[in-house]
């Protein structure tokens, strides 16, 4: 299989597990927070500093629909992702093209 072809599948897995498996990921709350329930001290929690942002707590502000919402901010995060790491691959490659010539010499060993 050609590179290309496998990338280009992998991302659309990436983006179908992100907006349609989440559509059935339970809505009950994770972990931390069902102890910190069954203890007593939810209350005391207080918010993160990114609550007001528009992906908060795995939904999309300005979605109703519950399950959309949180597929929807699946998605988004996928392509960030995919944004962001292609971004640095590329730096980084660019950087190790420019460096020393020399350093890529085959020393016959």
Not at 13 to 26: D, E, F, P, Q
Not at 28 to 33: I, K, R, V, Y
Not at 90 to 95: F, G, M, P, Q, Y
């Amino acid at each position: 299989m050609k590179q290309r072809t496998f990338l280009a599948l992998g991302l659309l897995v990436c983006l179908l597990v992100a907006g349609v498996a989440s559509y059935y990921a339970s809505s009950h709350p994770d972990g931390l927070e069902y102890v910190a329930e069954q203890t007593g001290f939810l209350d005391s929690a207080e918010d993160s500093a990114t609550a007001d942002s528009p992906l908060a707590d795995y939904s999309t502000r300005g979605v109703e629909d519950e399950r959309l919402s949180g597929g929807l901010a699946g998605v988004i995060g996928v392509v960030v992702m995919l944004l962001l790491s292609s971004g640095l691959f590329w730096a980084l490659r660019r950087r190790q093209d420019k460096a020393d010539p020399a350093e890529h010499v085959d020393s016959g060993v």
